[in-house]
């Protein structure tokens, strides 16, 4: 909700008011799709408000990149935890809920992805990198549990599916099914990595 000019708010609730205002216009329209006087408007605020609390419009996508980043990671960890201990219910309630957000009508691919796409340098790069990075430590968690020999080899190869199959369902509309597809691949996987049980 816009923080209404002449307010007087909590710094960090206006902070916080600020970020969750410009997240989806900068989702939708992309980092140079909206300029600073549109973002303020949006938001209910003057630019002396942004530019002290944010520094510049790169300080506030700098922040609006960073909640998102965590905001994805804990749903996705929230969808691990809810599918219980089984490995393969764990890594196939990765790819329903990616599968879910690909079909929902606001879907614009990656932020963090897109972001770095766009500018291709730092901070974007540097904080796709980390946002990569969250992931792998999710899929890890899972891959170790699957008690695999090279559970960091397995996560990675998730990895790829995870990221690949959200490009594939923003960039090409006719597959939007892709997360299905992944997460048949991932599961191949997981059997592929798992120990032989000996024989009698």
């Not at 900068?26 to 300029?35: I, M, N, Q």
């Not at 599968?99 to 932020?111: K, L, N, Q, T, V």
């Not at 695999?148 to 099914?177: I, M």
Request: hydrophobic share 45%; with cysteine; glycine share 10%.
């Amino acid at each position: 909700m816009p923080v209404p000019k002449g307010t007087s708010l909590d710094p960090e609730r206006t902070r916080a008011t600020i970020i969750d205002t410009a997240m989806p216009i900068l989702y939708e329209r992309g980092l140079d799709g909206v300029g600073v006087a549109e973002l303020c408007g949006a938001v209910g605020v003057s630019k002396e408000t942004l530019y002290r609390h944010f520094g510049s419009k790169e300080g506030l996508i700098e922040a609006v990149l960073e909640a998102r980043s965590e905001r994805v990671t804990r749903w996705l960890a929230a969808a691990v935890e809810a599918a219980g201990p089984d490995p393969a219910a764990q890594i196939s309630a990765v790819f329903d809920a990616l599968g879910e957000w690909h079909g929902e009508p606001s879907f614009r691919g990656c932020a963090l992805l897109n972001a770095a796409a766009q500018h291709h340098g730092a901070p974007e790069l540097d904080m796709a990198g980390r946002h990569l990075e969250r992931r792998l430590g999710l899929l890890t968690s899972i891959a170790a549990g699957a008690g695999v020999a090279e559970p960091g080899e397995l996560a990675r190869q998730w990895l790829v599916l995870v990221t690949g199959c959200t490009v594939v369902a923003d960039q090409h509309p006719g597959t939007r099914h892709a997360a299905r597809l992944a997460r048949e691949a991932a599961l191949a996987l997981l059997a592929a990595a798992r120990p032989t049980p000996e024989g009698p």
